[in-house]
């Protein structure tokens, strides 16, 4: 009997800590799919997709590569920053290069709102447990998988930059 009283309480026990860890995850929410229409994607040319609050219409834009220092998407934002008037607010910290605005969009700790960085870039795709796909005009698009400073650019490549919630 106290062999069985033993074996119920360390079953209880365990019940415990696992639905204390489950109920305990941190829950995201990611913007649903997103209907733009992009232009016809051209030979040599990057595209960026930028989220827009209350349903109003993405931000898009397109950079010849070569036109680029490097072919990263930090390089990509700064020359639209430069040329195009995108508004971006940017850095390298330790880790490497950050953005906290771009576009309308930017990192929010009151309300756990982040921007979030997808890609066609197949090199860049997370592969983690935390992955986020999302269809972009009709494009599927991965969640990158490495900083903004190390994202590559593709001939035909669409990066998209959402916000996620935590």
Not at 49 to 64: H, L, Q
Not at 77 to 84: A, C, S, T
Not at 87 to 97: P, R
Request: glycine residues 8%; hydrophobic residues 40%.
């Amino acid at each position: 009997m106290k062999n069985t009283i033993k074996i119920l309480s360390l079953v209880v026990a365990l019940i415990a800590m696992v639905t204390l860890f489950v109920a305990c995850a941190p829950e995201t929410s990611v913007e649903s799919d997103v209907n733009v229409t992009l232009p016809e994607l051209q030979e040599g040319y990057a595209y960026l997709v930028i989220y827009e609050k209350d349903d109003a219409p993405c931000t898009v834009m397109s950079v010849k590569i070569e036109d680029l220092e490097d072919a990263t998407v930090i390089t990509m934002f700064n020359y639209l920053k430069e040329n195009e008037d995108l508004h971006l607010v940017s850095g390298d910290g330790e880790w490497g290069a950050y953005v906290d605005e771009i576009g309308n969009i930017k990192n929010d700790s009151a309300t756990g709102s982040y921007l979030y960085f997808y890609t066609t870039v197949e090199s860049d795709f997370d592969t983690s447990a935390y992955v986020q796909t999302i269809k972009v005009g009709g494009h599927d698009l991965t969640s990158s998988g490495v900083g903004v400073g190390e994202m590559k650019l593709e001939s035909k490549c669409i990066i998209y930059v959402g916000l996620i919630t935590y």
